[in-house]
């Protein structure tokens, strides 16, 4: 069983900057690909950024483009989101979620993704 196990999170102000890890256990990382969603209070849950099984590609929602970026060790077996440029409305729940399907492709839904980290919060202040 795979186990995605989220660390990171905390609170920062406008412009400040947040790493958040999410390390896999019971299965490697390598060949698969991981993306991260967030889940404001009162908002359905929305897709953030992806990364590829090799790193060869990352995608990302345009709210956080150009400020966030992923990346991953595989030799850790974990996967990063690096934050920067935090804006009040980052403040979110974040999720990460990777699938079972060896080499599969990253998607941008939830539904695509078999397993999730317990969410960590970040909060932005103004």
């Known amino acids: 069983q795979v186990q995605l196990v989220q660390s990171g999170g905390g609170l920062v102000q406008t412009g400040g900057s947040l790493r958040l890890s999410c390390a896999a256990s019971?299965?490697?990382?390598?060949?698969?690909?991981t993306a991260w969603f967030r889940q404001a209070p009162g908002k359905e849950r929305e897709f953030v950024g992806a990364?590829?099984?090799?790193?060869?590609?990352?995608v990302f929602a345009d709210s956080v483009k150009g400020r966030f970026t992923i990346s991953r060790d595989n030799a850790e077996n974990t996967v990063y989101l690096q934050m920067n440029s935090l804006k009040p409305e980052d403040t979110a729940v974040y999720y990460c979620?990777?699938?079972?399907?060896?080499?599969?492709?990253?998607?941008?839904?939830?539904?695509?993704?078999?397993?999730w980290g317990q969410g960590t919060q970040v909060t932005v202040s103004s």
């Open positions: 979620a990777t699938k079972e399907e060896v080499l599969a492709d990253p998607t941008l839904t939830e539904e695509t993704y078999d397993y």
């Open positions: 019971g299965r490697t990382f390598t060949g698969y690909p």
């Open positions: 990364i590829s099984w090799n790193a060869g590609t990352t």
